[in-house]
């Protein structure tokens, strides 16, 4: 059994800087890919950073120059370090994971089998 459990949500100012945090949890097998969505109210969830075993990323254009996504093998987990935040990245930020190879680009939900419960970002004007 595979659990994710995100960190580090909360509420910035725009312009600010948060990390989000995603333990990983169980036996994921050691060829994995893994990605961050967000889901804003009202709207549906989108794809936001990914990356895989090989250590390709791929980002939103929304998110490009301002994301970062990490992983840390050692202590399993996945990071994502957002930065220049803006009031449209508010949402609920979920963290997802995969195992095996990543065919395509990683930032669609059909791509992950494995999701976390979400931590909330608010970013105020």
């Known amino acids: 059994q595979v659990q994710l459990v995100e960190f580090g949500g909360g509420s910035v100012q725009a312009g600010g800087s948060l990390r989000l945090d995603c333990a990983v949890f169980?036996?994921?097998?050691?060829?994995?890919?893994m990605g961050w969505f967000r889901q804003a109210p009202g709207k549906e969830r989108e794809g936001v950073a990914t990356?895989?075993?090989?250590?390709?990323?791929n980002y939103a254009e929304s998110v490009k120059g301002r994301f970062t996504v990490s992983k840390d093998n050692t202590k399993h987990t996945l990071v994502l370090q957002m930065n220049i935040l803006k009031p449209e990245d508010t949402a609920m930020y979920y963290c997802a994971a995969n195992t095996g190879r990543r065919w395509g680009l990683g930032l669609q939900e059909s791509e992950y089998y494995y999701w976390g419960q979400g931590t909330l970002v608010n970013v105020s004007s």
């Open positions: 990356i895989d075993g090989d250590g390709i990323k």
């Open positions: 169980g036996d994921l097998d050691s060829r994995n890919y």
